[in-house]
């Protein structure tokens, strides 16, 4: 299953808009990511399948009205018949662990009720970007992965594809996230097509391309297709 990701603050999903008007296949995407820490606003469409929550802070000790709890219960209310909500466990902050665990097995109860997956993201700083931190807060709250490819260093994607396994339910793709740059897509698969044939070894074929620029969505997109075509 491959899809985008909506990373527009106007809440726009240009491939679907232009594809409307442009015969071509390569514009349109049956399947759609909502990223509501871009556009906050929840939209109904049958293309959209699961949502990129706000962020908010898991492990905040202060936050003694439990607000991250309450935000991200309300959203779950709001998608129900939705397949996923992907998360991140912190604002950057280092997290207190038990509050942490806390709020996660909370709310990963609450969207198990409702039938929601929960994926935790893997981030490129603090505490989510080291993998052994992200696998045992999924183990003890009993949730997934979504498995952000360009927030890991080159060398050790590979690695965290192992310590994730099996709990990674989708996989956001594009080249690498920089400082100051944000997400820069591939001019190629050279540096993804192994990282591309673990996912697919461990059968992960979810995968949501996580760029901001329509030709970069294209492009990607057409580099996965013809992957995916010669894959087989």
């Given at each position: 299953?491959?899809?985008v990701?909506?990373?527009?603050?106007?809440?726009?999903?240009?491939?679907?808009?232009?594809g409307?008007l442009?015969?071509?296949?390569?514009?349109?995407?049956?399947?759609?990511?909502?990223g509501?820490?871009?556009?906050?606003k929840i939209?109904?469409?049958?293309?959209?399948?699961?949502f990129?929550?706000?962020?908010?802070?898991?492990?905040?000790?202060?936050?003694?009205?439990?607000?991250?709890?309450?935000?991200?219960?309300?959203?779950?209310?709001?998608?129900?018949?939705?397949?996923?909500?992907?998360?991140?466990?912190?604002?950057?902050?280092?997290?207190?662990?038990?509050?942490?665990?806390?709020?996660?097995?909370?709310?990963?109860d609450y969207?198990?009720?409702?039938?929601?997956?929960?994926?935790?993201?893997?981030?490129?700083?603090?505490?989510?970007?080291?993998p052994?931190?992200?696998?045992?807060?999924?183990?003890?709250?009993?949730?997934?992965?979504?498995f952000?490819?360009g927030?890991?260093?080159?060398?050790?994607?590979?690695?965290?594809?192992?310590?994730?396994?099996?709990?990674?339910?989708?996989?956001?793709?594009?080249?690498?996230?920089?400082?100051?740059?944000?997400?820069?897509?591939?001019?190629?698969?050279?540096?993804?097509?192994?990282?591309?044939?673990k996912?697919?070894?461990?059968?992960?074929?979810?995968?949501?391309?996580?760029?901001?620029?329509l030709?970069?969505?294209?492009?990607?997109?057409?580099?996965?297709?013809?992957?995916?075509?010669n894959?087989?």
């Amino acid at each position: 299953m491959l899809g985008v990701c909506m990373r527009s603050k106007l809440g726009k999903i240009p491939c679907i808009s232009i594809g409307n008007l442009v015969q071509n296949r390569y514009m349109t995407f049956k399947h759609i990511d909502w990223g509501l820490h871009y556009y906050p606003k929840i939209i109904k469409n049958k293309s959209i399948i699961g949502f990129h929550a706000p962020i908010v802070n898991l492990g905040d000790k202060k936050d003694k009205s439990k607000t991250c709890l309450m935000t991200l219960k309300n959203i779950i209310d709001e998608i129900k018949g939705y397949n996923y909500l992907t998360i991140h466990l912190h604002n950057g902050k280092e997290p207190d662990k038990d509050t942490l665990i806390n709020n996660l097995s909370e709310i990963s109860d609450y969207a198990k009720k409702n039938n929601i997956k929960l994926c935790i993201e893997n981030l490129r700083k603090g505490f989510s970007s080291n993998p052994n931190n992200v696998i045992e807060m999924v183990d003890i709250c009993n949730c997934n992965i979504t498995f952000d490819i360009g927030h890991t260093d080159y060398k050790y994607r590979d690695e965290f594809i192992d310590i994730f396994s099996n709990r990674i339910y989708n996989v956001h793709v594009y080249e690498l996230e920089k400082d100051k740059i944000g997400h820069i897509a591939p001019n190629n698969l050279d540096n993804l097509r192994s990282v591309l044939d673990k996912l697919l070894d461990n059968k992960c074929d979810f995968w949501l391309i996580e760029l901001m620029k329509l030709n970069e969505i294209i492009y990607t997109k057409n580099l996965l297709e013809d992957y995916l075509d010669n894959h087989k």
